[in-house]
């Protein structure tokens, strides 16, 4: 569903206690952080922008099921700093059966959800005072249509102009589907090859293409 | 994100009460209704948004109270009066976020899309075939990817085709941001182009950007 995974492949993990903690989304992003980079339990709680006791207790964790290692101490003053690195360097892979998941649609939505919603939250709380609802025939749809807007067209542009949130009915045929589907992910991923420098502010970027034919929820 | 048509746009809410009458899913389906076919009857109306009569009529009572339908006359139906509906405006209806409370505008952006967004999840899953594996990695710009992917490259080259699913963090400075997201609105533009021919099958699409990180959701 999304680009394949760069050479070489993830080490294969069959344990479950290994697979729960690679679940956990703290855990993912601890995990992300030391694949770029050994760090020490203050290092990583800077980076991850959360409190190094949640930190200490979470790389006590992935010690304990071993997908984190010691890989060295660094002195401090008279202390010993421990250097946490990624059991593998290639990062981890299991199947869906290993997973507490009963359904993939369960996963996806776990994995998703969350993060769709704070995308929501993340393009409104700057700007909700002064935004409008509309609904109204927009001209260009055959119905009538809910929208967010503001009468004042210029401030608009202004204000969404680092901000997206679009979704769209499509009515293909097959070959079309693919055809725009797979232009979509190419364009996708020729503005994700832009140059990305973490010291920049962050951004999130999303997109979706599914065919819903067929039953519906 | 269009252009907002000049001469006489929605007409301006001024009470609450009529705000949040238009927020409600099945107020929205019965004016746009109403907006699409004016002097129609509740069963007419009934018929076009697959509810049943009683739920209509109880809607449109309220609608009525709170001024966003009129009775526009009555046609006869074996011996009784039938009575025939409007929308109070033909070119809809606007109003400020701060009509409504702050906590609302939030609820009812994730009512807006959520469901869509469920939605399009369930269909992602429905339309794989083979077992996926979840893979957690570092890719190739020093991004942590949480992956699904089946182990046969002939099914990820068949889902690839037909879904794509994909959230992604970045950083960039202002300027690059505000290019990036033109350049999603006018993917998304060229999407919303395709002719709308209603007994082709159907495909979502969402492309979301925001000026925000989202992984500590």
């Known amino acids: ?217 | 994100m269009t252009e907002l048509e000049e001469s006489g746009g929605p007409t301006v809410l001024t009470s609450s009460e009529q705000a949040e009458a238009l927020l409600e899913r099945l107020s929205q389906q019965i004016l746009g209704a109403l907006l699409k076919t004016p002097s129609s009857s509740a069963s007419e109306i009934a018929l076009e948004v697959q509810r049943s009569l009683k739920t209509v009529l109880y809607w449109l009572k309220k609608l009525l109270e709170v001024g966003l339908v009129q009775v526009c006359g009555e046609r006869r139906r074996g011996g009784r009066a039938v009575r025939l509906y409007a929308p109070s405006s033909s070119t809809g209806w606007r109003f400020p976020f701060t009509l409504t409370s702050a906590a609302t505008v939030l609820e009812l952006i994730e009512g807006q899309m959520m469901p869509f967004m469920r939605e399009v999840i369930s269909h992602m899953a429905v339309h794989v075939r083979e077992e996926m594996w979840v893979e957690l990695f570092c890719d190739e710009r020093g991004q942590v990817q949480f992956n699904l992917n089946a182990r046969s490259q002939r099914e990820n080259l068949r889902l690839e085709r037909t879904i794509t699913g994909m959230m992604h963090q970045l950083h960039l400075t202002s300027e690059q941001a505000e290019g990036f997201n033109l350049r999603l609105r006018e993917m998304l533009r060229e999407l919303q182009e395709q002719p709308e021919d209603a007994s082709q099958p159907t495909y979502s699409v969402g492309l979301f950007f925001v000026p925000k990180s989202v992984e500590k959701a």
């Open chain 1, 1 to 217: 569903m999304t680009e394949p995974p760069a050479v070489p492949a993830p080490v294969s993990v069959t344990n479950a206690a290994q697979v729960s903690a690679l679940l956990e989304r703290v855990n993912q992003e601890i995990l992300g952080a030391l694949l770029k980079n050994p760090s020490s339990a203050s290092e990583l709680a800077k980076v991850l922008e959360r409190p190094l006791k949640a930190v200490i207790y979470r790389l006590e964790t992935l010690l304990e099921v071993g997908l984190v290692e010691v890989a060295g101490e660094r002195k401090r003053g008279g202390r010993a700093i421990r250097i946490f690195a990624p059991s593998s360097s290639v990062g981890w892979c299991f199947p869906f059966s290993l997973t507490p998941a009963a359904t993939l649609l369960e996963l996806l939505e776990r994995d998703m959800v969350p993060r769709l919603r704070a995308m929501l939250r993340a393009s409104v709380e700057r700007i909700r005072d002064e935004m409008w609802f509309y609904f109204w025939p927009h001209p260009e749809f055959k119905t009538a249509a809910f929208e967010m807007r503001m009468p004042d067209e210029a401030r608009f542009e202004h204000v969404m102009r680092d901000t997206t949130l679009g979704i769209a009915t499509l009515y293909l045929t097959e070959t079309e589907a693919i055809k725009l589907n797979l232009e979509l992910r190419e364009r996708y991923f020729s503005l994700m090859r832009e140059h990305t420098d973490s010291s920049l502010k962050a951004y999130s970027v999303a997109v979706f293409f599914t065919p819903v034919s067929g039953d519906k929820l």
